[in-house]
C-alpha cells in the first residue's frame, strides 16, 4: 500500500510538473505573438517619423525656395521612367505578396511560395535599380533643394527596403520547413502548433509593414516625380 501510495504521489507530481511546464511554453508562446504585434506597429510608428521628417524637408524648404534653389531652371531632375518603373515594383511586389497570402490561409502552401519568391525578386529589382539610379543622376546633392532631399531619403529608402527583402527572405525559409496541411488543421504536437503560429504572426506583421513601404514609395514617387 505503501509503494503505491508512493508511487500515485510520484506520478502526482510528475503530472504537475509536466502541467506546468505546458502553461510556460503557453504563455512564452503568447508572449512572442504579442511581441509580433507589437513590434510590427511601433516599426509602423518609427517608420512614418523616419520618413516624415523628409516629406517635412521636401514641402518646407519647397516653400521657402531661397534664392530660387529649390529646383533652378538649369537644373535637370531625377530621370522619370526610372522612378515609375522603381515605384511600380515594390508596389506590384507588397500587391502580390498580399493577394498570396489568402492561398496560404487556405492551406495552399504552393502558390503562397511561387508569390512570395516573386514578391522577393520585384522587390530585389527595385532595390538595384535605385542604386543604379543614385550611381547615375546627373545632379550633386548640393546642386538644388529637391536634390540635397531626394540623396538624402532615397537611400535611407533602400535601406528599409533591403531589411524588408532579408525579412522576406527569411519567411520563406521558414515556410519550406512547414507541412501545407498545418496550415488548415491542427498539427500534432504543441512545439508544431506554435512554430506555425509563430511563422503566421511574423507573416501578417511583415504584410502589414511591407504595405506601408509601398505607400511610402508610391509618396515619395509623387514627392520626388510629380510635384517636384
Not at 508512493?6 to 503557453?26: K, N
Not at 511560395?113 to 532595390?127: H, N, P, Q, S, Y
Not at 538644388?144 to 528599409?160: E, Q, R
Not at 507541412?179 to 506554435?194: K, N
Amino acid at each position: 500500500m505503501a509503494e503505491a501510495a508512493s508511487a500515485s504521489s510520484g506520478s502526482g507530481r510528475q503530472s504537475a510538473q509536466v502541467t506546468r511546464e505546458l502553461e510556460e511554453q503557453g504563455f512564452q508562446h503568447e508572449a512572442a505573438l504579442n511581441s509580433v504585434w507589437t513590434g510590427s506597429r511601433l516599426a509602423l510608428g518609427g517608420l512614418t517619423f523616419l520618413f516624415g521628417s523628409f516629406v517635412f524637408a521636401f514641402f518646407y524648404l519647397r516653400s521657402l525656395n531661397s534664392h530660387g534653389m529649390w529646383y533652378p531652371s538649369s537644373f535637370t531632375g531625377p530621370r522619370q521612367w526610372s522612378g515609375a518603373l522603381i515605384m511600380a515594383l515594390v508596389v506590384a511586389s507588397a500587391i502580390i505578396q498580399t493577394i498570396v497570402l489568402q492561398a496560404l490561409k487556405a492551406g495552399r502552401k504552393a502558390p503562397w511560395m511561387a508569390g512570395a519568391t516573386l514578391a522577393l525578386v520585384l522587390l530585389l529589382a527595385a532595390i538595384g535599380l535605385q542604386l543604379g539610379q543614385l550611381a547615375t543622376e546627373p545632379f550633386w546633392p548640393a546642386s538644388a533643394g529637391m536634390a540635397s532631399v531626394f540623396t538624402g531619403a532615397t537611400p535611407v529608402l533602400v535601406a528599409v527596403l533591403f531589411g524588408m527583402m532579408i525579412w522576406l527572405e527569411i519567411l520563406i525559409v521558414s515556410a519550406a520547413r512547414i507541412r501545407p496541411i498545418s496550415f488548415v488543421e491542427q498539427p500534432p504536437t504543441y512545439a508544431e502548433a506554435f512554430h506555425v503560429q509563430r511563422f503566421q504572426a511574423r507573416l501578417s506583421g511583415f504584410t502589414v509593414v511591407m504595405n506601408f513601404m509601398a505607400l511610402v514609395t508610391l509618396w515619395f514617387w509623387i514627392m520626388f516625380y510629380v510635384i517636384k
